[in-house]
């Protein structure tokens, strides 16, 4: 099994900045891959960004292109969210994620095995 335990979060204006970390410990050498997705009230949980655990590669949601950065730690195991220029429609619990076997590109979340307990970003305008 892999445990993931998501950090940062919070409450921020529109325009500003947070970033989201997630460390996974447990059976981490069968992880291929990390990323993120979130949730808003109402709504189905929606891909963020995803890493190769390698951290050489990277794909991004449309919505969060060019305003989200997500890299990787391999001393640390962890993962991280970078996100700028929030907007109101950012706001949502947000979810790490993990996957034994990925295929960069897919926004699928039945493709991701392990699930972090998530974490509350709420942008106010």
């Known amino acids: 099994q892999v445990q993931l335990v998501e950090s940062g979060g919070g409450l921020v204006q529109a325009g500003g900045s947070l970033r989201l970390s997630c460390a996974a410990s447990g059976r981490t050498f069968s992880i291929r891959a990390m990323g993120w997705f979130r949730q808003a009230p109402g709504k189905e949980r929606e891909f963020v960004a995803a890493i190769t655990w390698s951290g050489s590669s990277s794909y991004y949601a449309n919505s969060v292109k060019g305003r989200f950065t997500t890299s990787r730690d391999n001393a640390k195991n962890t993962v991280s969210l970078q996100m700028n220029s929030l907007k109101p429609e950012d706001t949502a619990v947000y979810y790490c994620?993990?996957?034994?076997?990925?295929?960069?590109?897919?926004?699928?979340?039945?493709?991701?095995?392990?699930w972090g307990q998530g974490t509350q970003v709420t942008v106010s305008s």
């Open positions: 994620v993990a996957t034994r076997n990925y295929a960069l590109g897919s926004e699928n979340p039945h493709q991701f095995d392990y």
